[in-house]
């Protein structure tokens, strides 16, 4: 099993950390032996505002910072942009990081956000799916047509391309739409905070569309509470004492987790670097 570590606070909705905590957690990350750093993506907020840096900027800071982890963003509001800014953008970062970004892309929920970046909320879906279509085109390095309902262009070409003509997709998401849309496009599924039997039922729909196909590789990302306190895991997905964790950890893995990105319940530094060595030496070890 691989594990990646959230940048991100779990005390706000996605928030991200700022520099220079950033890169000391990265380095720290590194220097434990995760395996992935990731990112996610918040642009704006009526209420309840957060501090969210724009993901694929942050991780471009990041990619000589851990030379050797995967980097990936979890996930990318795809409809709300422009599929060739991002094929471009998400090609640039694959090569910078010689084939370590991972795309994670969603569909959204926040109709205020849509809205400001000119998608509608009703068509978001089918939006997602032409883009990913536009990307992969876009991805091959050559001359390339497309006619659709939100992007038609002929013969262009985007150059220079992703190392091999692509750029790993994962896709986010736990609805059933999301689940086909991962069986049809995505090198992996990544729902965001699924206990183990909701993980479960979406590994067991995914394989039915997956039946004469591989089935991409499943992740999860989900609270972890690496306090080591005995019974003291109901706010995390995984917690509680080294066994307790063990044995949750377990489970997910008996459903199919390959790859676990892990939301550390912490509010500040010193807590967050604190669960993160317990869980580099008590857990990762023995996975």
């Known amino acids: 099993m691989n594990f990646g570590i ?41 209420s309840d505002p957060d501090f969210s840096n724009e993901p694929l900027i942050t991780l471009a800071s990041l990619v000589h910072i851990v030379p050797e982890m995967q980097l990936g963003v979890s996930v990318l509001v795809l409809p709300q942009r422009s599929a060739p800014v991002v094929a471009k953008q998400s ?9 370590r970004f991972i795309l994670g892309v969603g569909a959204g929920w926040h109709e205020d956000e849509l809205a400001l970046l000119n998608t509608a909320y009703a068509t978001r879906g089918q939006k997602m799916d032409e883009s990913i279509a536009v990307m992969q085109r876009l991805w091959r390095g050559e001359n390339a047509a497309f006619q659709g309902q939100f992007y038609q262009f002929d013969e262009v070409t985007m150059h220079p391309p992703p190392d091999g003509g692509r750029v790993p997709l994962w896709i986010g998401g736990s609805s059933p739409a999301a689940v086909r849309r991962a069986a049809r496009f995505g090198d992996a599924w990544v729902p965001a905070a699924l206990d183990v039997q909701s993980f479960r039922s979406g590994v067991e729909q995914l394989r039915t569309y997956c039946k004469e196909k591989p089935l991409p590789t499943l992740a999860n990302m989900v609270y972890v509470d690496a306090g080591l306190v005995e019974n003291d895991a109901e706010q995390a997905h995984i917690g509680g004492s080294v066994v307790q964790m063990m044995n949750t950890l377990r489970q997910y893995e008996q459903a199919g987790l390959e790859h676990l990105i892990c939301v550390f319940r912490a509010t500040d530094l010193p807590s967050l670097q604190w669960q993160m060595r317990n869980f580099s030496e008590y857990i990762i070890p023995s996975f």
Request: aromatic residues 6%.
């Open 91 to 99: 090609a640039t970062l694959s090569l910078l990081s010689n084939g």
């Open 6 to 46: 959230a940048l991100q606070w779990s005390n706000s909705n996605h928030g991200h950390m700022p520099s220079p905590l950033l890169v000391e957690v990265a380095r720290l990350a590194n220097e434990l032996n995760f395996d992935s750093l990731w990112v996610s993506d918040k642009m704006i907020s009526r």
